[in-house]
């Protein structure tokens, strides 16, 4: 189930802000808000805008092909598995190495946006895991 964007969320990205995401997906793994628009409808090249309300990120997560985040809005973060939690903002580029554990959201301050694109999407879904512990996200600045 969706529902349409609430009228707080940025606009100020070039590309469709799309619907808050309330299934249990989402819900289980994310820690807030967060919307969701697909650019693509091509199986072999997924691209997505992904607009995280302040203070969510997504758990844990590895993906079996590799990701790339373009950032277009706000300040946010992105972490590895025992690295140190760099932070983002527009015009940003992240490139997550097949099979690389990370998370990446909103700063607790700021609404956060970017434009994911799956790579190599034919090697099988995202695996998901343990949320990020609240107390590693409360240090950030």
Not at 54 to 65: A, I, R
């Amino acid at each position: 189930m969706t529902e349409t964007i609430s009228t707080d969320a940025p606009k100020a990205t070039p590309f469709e802000t799309g619907e808050l995401q309330t299934s249990d997906f989402f819900t289980t793994n994310f820690s807030g808000p967060v919307y969701l628009k697909m650019l693509t409808d091509n199986p072999a090249a997924p691209i997505a805008n992904v607009t995280f309300a302040p203070g969510t990120l997504n758990s844990w997560h590895v993906h079996k092909g590799g990701q790339v985040l373009l950032v277009t809005h706000g300040r946010g973060w992105y972490c590895e598995w025992e690295g140190i939690a760099r932070e983002l903002k527009p015009g940003d580029v992240v490139d997550i190495p097949a099979g690389v554990k990370h998370w990446h959201g909103a700063a607790k301050d700021s609404w956060f946006a970017h434009i994911s694109i799956e790579i190599d999407p034919e090697k099988g879904p995202a695996e998901w895991l343990e949320p990020v512990a609240k107390e590693d996200y409360a240090k950030l600045p």
